[in-house]
């Protein structure tokens, strides 16, 4: 049997009306409901289901509404769009609403056939949503048909988040816990990466010989690569682990033809070589091209996007070269972070156990340098491990003297080193923060008399237990409370597992009956960690009063975003790299935090010999850096590490000799200094490097007034964010909700939705929780699009705000509604704002894409809603400009309407309105000409990307609504705003 319908017509079946697809066969037709989303695609069998034309019926002259109805209805449509007409197809159907700078990365991507793409904006400008834009939008258009994230396993579940919930992809994970039950799953012969087509992949688990070849094999036609600095080899010193992730990427981006998106905010960190490898990786002639000249930057400036976020914290305003700040756009970025740096000394008893612990530690280092060069490295990171854990806790200090040091199963000098390196110091580097928040051991098996000096000591650091004679713990107690009392919500970081349990445990209950504290470490699967932090959430609750205390290690310190629940930051152990500090403060001072300036605090001993010199030495002079630059540039590790080399050195020294004199008596403290110099004068270097990459790579490629352009065709179709404001308000009082604004916050609101019909608690509970909508919680509505879970975004893509607008545009359909119905699709209103009888139509288009892909012709229908107002009547009609359409919307009832003249007017008019129909073919055949010279404009530079592309609109238009403006009569009777029956 031959189906008679063609793609794009309008079909009755299973008692809804639905959109036929070019997807259709001649005996299967591929529909999707009339105004639905893809989700809600089904295929249908004439052959064995009825199947009938539909002709979209006009609207009921007996259903009039007032004067907001023919607002809410279009705003209504506009917001349930999912399949928009315009060149950015998938920004209808995501649950994300992009900042305008957001958009550049997507429009330098659309030009390109294949898509190579270095994504390397500051921390928290959002190169995650940047990245999942290019990829919904490739997947989209059919240029890609699979997705894979390669990505650290600690961030596999929140990129499968994002994924999902923004973006509607839901990703399998592959990881090392989750690829047997998935192979389980397989067909004889088939790769896991062709049984799911969108994946998240722990880079760990993916770059070993064993698993990487199949996945080269069946690598998805676009991949992201997360944190793509840990991914490229810079030099032979190169860690094995980032070797094998080089070798990988190597192979994955050695297909011309595969989509690779690199996201990083650290590309080039003063390493040259890397920042070439990963440039190579895009384009191998990048990896040689020279930068200095411009045509080597124009070359690169295709591919590479970099900015900071002084560059997109005001954008689209006059100072871009815009004409005037009507598309301006403001992103709520914390102005500052306000640091302070407090201090404590140890106790007498807490000071002559560390003195005790050096002595120690100086006669196992000056013994093994006796007896080889493998002990004498085993015995070095014993040393700096002991004193790391002294200086961060008692119960960490216990832990190490009682635990067996890993590098003592070394064989070699440099196992040893590889061995201890990561557990003892924080390069900017290191392959992973998994597993190295763990307590590193000092007991090597092979020193004599060793266990009993040892066990002597753990015991007396578990006698140190509590701020008695922990001064450091009572420090933190102190000005955690002046935080708290600020109305702060702080996270407290920590080096180490038993430290923060230590911390968490000695806070608890000490801090005010109304805060909840609560503690997580690598001892948690990464999801076990997103749903603690949820659950101290709950646990504080919408109380004013409360507060949320979280007492992290640095499993926590990459990649998890913690702004809506956190908004300052305690030190309470120091990094020996202050990029680990940045990346720390990162969590919260980020876009979405409320607070302008976040709080950081650092803790320092004054009297340990450790952290007064790496405060002064690395954390202060990374801050002036970033403050100079705006910025953070990493420490260079060598140099780094040189001086903590010297620092421990020094300590060292001291224990062996005893030394109570001048600390500048000692030649080992005098060298602290000249290395400081000479780490000061390389990350100044550094810095300048930087500085010059941010000026010389600047995005230029696309110009502000061209993201304007695209910026205001976007919500000219899919609603301007005061429509949005607007629509959700007067939808939520007319269906009976209790609104009340924010005193604190304006523009915002909260709204109590349990007397709102039945219907739209319903669609509102999977989104807002049940308890908000059967108990009252009143639900904030936020003006920002980043809010926390239990909030709403007043933009468009906002579940609650799409539930709202289904619920709507459903109601105005059906005549046989229960409850109140905001939209209507009729309406006659007598007001001011016309000087003759106006009629307003909301108007639905239906067009036909046809967009060339590197998989060939795809065919797509699209739908687009417009108003039309015309003066007089049908016949004769004298159409008005658009904004004057447009402008009819705020038009109020200035007078009563009698029910029966204003349905008598309404079927006069809807009898007539077949006069106008050559006038909406022909304004849909100029809006279908429209979207062609704007689909060729976003993909102008690819000649064969443009080839092939055609936008036709549908012969019938849908008219909506119909709404009727009248003069007032000479002797009208005033009435409120709102007004026909």
Known sequence: MTTPFSAGTLVSARGRDWVVLPESAPDMLVLRPLGGADDDIAAVFPAFETVKSAEFAHPSPADLGDAQAAGLLRSALRISFRSGAGPFRSLAGIAVEPRAYQLVPLMMALRQQTVRMLISDDVGIGKTVEAGLIASELLAQGSARGLAVLCSPALAEQWQEELRTKFGLDAELVLASTVSRLERGLDLGQSLFDRH??????????????????????????????????????????????????????????????????????PHSGKENAFRNLLGLLKPELATVDLASDAGRRALAQYFVHRKRADVRQYLTREDGLADDSLAEETAFPADRHFKDETYKLSPAYRALLDDAIAYASERVTAADRRGRREARIAWWSAIALLRSLVSSPRAAAQTLRTRSATAAAATAEEADRLGAPLTSDFSD??????????????????????????????????????????????????????????????????????????????????????????????????????????????????????????????????????????????????????????????????????????????????????????????????????????????????????????????LVRGRDGEQASLFDVDEYRAIDKKAAALAADWQSAAEREKTSRSRFAQHSIRPEEVAREVAAVRDTLGRAQEIRSFVRQSLRALDGVLRDDPARPGDFTAELSGTPAGLRDALAPVLGGDAVETGRPVPFRATAAVDRREAAL????????????????????????????????????????????????????????????????????????????????????????EDALALLDATADANTDPGFGERTMERVLDDLPAVDDHLRAYGEELAADLLTSHRRVRSASGEIVRGLTVTVQDRADVLGAYVYLPLPAAATPTAAGGTA
Not at 506 to 520: E, M, N, Q, S, Y
Not at 820 to 849: D, E, K, N, S
Request: proline share 4%; with cysteine; aromatic share 4%.
């Open 197 to 266: 087509p969108y994946v998240i992949v722990s880079t760990d688990f993916i770059k070993s010989t064993r698993h990487r070849d199949d996945f080269v094999r069946h690598c998805p036609d676009l991949v992201i690569v997360d944190e793509a600095h840990t991914c490229v080899a810079a030099d032979d010193t190169t860690s094995t682990q980032n070797q094998l992730r080089f070798e990988l990427l190597q192979r994955v981006a050695a297909d011309a033809e595969r989509h690779l998106l690199l996201v990083t905010a650290t």
């Open 430 to 651: 290191s392959d992973a923060l998994e597993g190295l928040d763990a307590a590193p051991g000092a007991e090597a098996a092979e020193v004599e008399h060793a266990g009993a000096r040892l066990a002597e000591l753990a015991d007396r650091a578990a006698a140190l237990e509590g701020p008695t004679e922990d001064k450091k713990l009572a420090a933190l107690v102190t000005h955690l409370k002046a935080l708290l009392k600020g109305g702060y919500h702080p996270i407290v970081f920590c080096r180490y597992i038993p430290t923060a349990e230590y911390v968490a445990e000695h806070l608890d209950g000490k801090l005010g009956k109304k805060t909840i504290v609560r503690a997580v470490t690598g001892t948690l699967s990464p999801q076990q960690r997103i749903e603690r932090i949820e659950e101290l959430a709950r646990d504080a609750g919408d109380d004013p009063a409360a507060r949320r205390v979280l007492v992290a290690t640095d499993c926590l310190s990459e990649g998890v975003n913690l702004q809506h629940h956190f908004d300052a930051v305690v030190h309470y152990d120091l990094a020996w790299n202050p990029t680990r500090h940045d990346q720390r403060e990162g969590r919260v001072d980020r876009y979405g935090q409320k607070r302008n300036v976040v709080r950081v605090i650092t803790l320092y001993g004054s009297d340990n010999g450790i952290d007064g010199k790496v405060l002064d030495v690395l954390i202060r002079k990374h801050r002036q850096i970033r403050k100079d630059l705006g910025i953070s540039v990493s420490v260079p590790d060598a140099a780094s590490s040189g001086v903590t080399d010297a620092i421990v050195e020094w300590l």
């Open 795 to 882: 933009v468009r893509t906002d579940p609650a705000v799409v539930a709202l607008a289904g619920y709507v545009l459903n109601a105005a359909l059906d005549e046989q509604a229960p409850g109140p119905r905001p939209a209507r699709r009729c309406g006659v209103i007598r007001t001011r704002a016309v000087a003759t009888r106006t009629t307003l139509l909301v108007v639905r288009y239906r067009f036909h894409l046809t967009l060339p892909s590197r998989t060939g012709m795809r065919q797509l229908v699209a739908e687009d809603a417009r108003l039309l107002a015309f003066q007089g009547a049908p016949g004769n009609a004298r159409w008005l400009a658009a």
